[in-house]
């Protein structure tokens, strides 16, 4: 092993000084500053998801408890969809039954008691989903109940045999 003597001392330590000092001027070569400007852009949204209603009651009458509608809601559009909620309304019924009957004699519920029938007001429902939706997939919409709402002081034969309409929609 080599003896280190003053002489290799100060090469060792002048060797040293010349890589610290040389580093910096790398450094102050390398360095730089300056300023830019970018841009993105949002997609224009999704178009209009699909719903489709799996089940139809058909034992609809006076004092008969409301049964379950189900149904799926769907996304074919190329982007995600957020969906908040699922609005349900009774729109009207079959045209063979327009002139006795009206969505008034039907109502919508999330229970199973019997509906007392509105004299005015068309039913509707707004369901929470809360769900986003990716590219092609679906969820099954909340199950409500859709039943006859009795008028204990009319007649309702009317509606023997109606057909309710109901409309979809979603935000």
């Known amino acids: 092993m080599r003896k280190i003597t003053k002489k290799t001392a100060v090469i060792v330590a002048g060797s040293t000084l010349l890589v610290a000092v040389g580093g910096g001027v790398a450094f102050a070569f390398w360095s730089s500053t300056g300023t830019g400007s970018g ?73 199973t008691t019997a509906l007392a029938k509105s004299a005015t007001t068309k039913q509707s429902l707004t369901l929470a989903v809360g769900t986003e939706l990716a590219h092609g997939a679906s969820v099954n919409f909340p199950t409500f109940n859709i039943g006859f709402a009795n008028d204990s002081a009319n007649s309702q034969d009317g509606c023997k045999g109606a057909s309710p309409t109901l409309s979809y929609s979603t935000n």
């Open 39 to 111: 841009t993105a852009a949002a997609s224009a949204g999704t178009g209009l998801v699909t719903i489709s209603q799996a089940t139809a009651p058909s034992d609809l009458a006076p004092n008969v408890a409301p049964e379950a509608v189900t149904g799926t809601i769907s996304n074919s559009n190329p982007n995600s969809a957020y969906v908040n909620s699922l609005i349900v309304t009774i729109s009207g019924v079959d045209s063979a039954h327009s002139a006795g009957c009206s969505a008034t004699d039907f109502g919508l519920t999330t229970g």
